[in-house]
């Protein structure tokens, strides 16, 4: 365990919508479960940690390079039309960011994500041939 671990918990709503995908140094990343949308979120593993510019600076830039590195493998599975990169917080506080990758004509193009229609559930298989995608392109380990 990492001193960013240190007392750490993931907020309940982000752990009762999402799936984890994985650790990377600074963040947890999660699968949105939600089949419509490939949509990752990285949560920094630091306790009460709201505002991204609450991070030290080398923190803010460690970040910004994973926000990098799971677009850039988000990108090679889904093949977006865009990718959409957000922190918000106004429902869920602690610090997150949404990456995203769009269709032209997905359930929400061209507006955000947020709120529209009914969240559709990976189905088992889905969910664990996009785990692995992702944990193999972010070269993370299985977790059991």
């Known amino acids: 365990m990492s001193a960013a671990d240190t007392a750490f918990a993931?907020?309940?709503?982000l752990a009762a919508d999402?799936?984890?995908?994985g650790?990377?140094?600074?963040?947890?990343?999660l699968l949105m479960d939600d089949l419509r949308f490939p949509w990752l979120i990285l949560v920094p593993r630091i306790a009460g940690l709201r505002?991204?510019?609450?991070?030290?600076?080398?923190q803010q830039h460690e970040l910004l390079d994973e926000i990098n590195r799971v677009a850039h493998v988000l990108h090679a599975i889904a093949?977006?039309?865009k990718m959409n990169i957000a922190t918000l917080g106004n429902v869920v506080a602690q610090l997150h960011v949404h990456v995203i990758a769009r269709h032209v004509g997905d359930a929400a193009w061209p507006r955000p994500v947020w709120g529209v229609g009914e969240r559709?559930?990976?189905?088992?298989?889905?969910?664990e041939r996009v785990l692995g995608l992702l944990r193999a392109g972010l070269a993370l380990p299985r977790l059991e």
Request: aromatic share 0%.
């Open 120 to 127: 559709i559930a990976h189905t088992a298989a889905e969910r």
């Open 23 to 29: 650790e990377l140094g600074l963040s947890r990343v």
């Open 79 to 81: 093949h977006p039309d």
């Open 51 to 58: 505002e991204l510019v609450e991070l030290a600076r080398e």
């Open 18 to 21: 999402c799936i984890v995908v």
């Open 10 to 13: 993931l907020d309940p709503r």
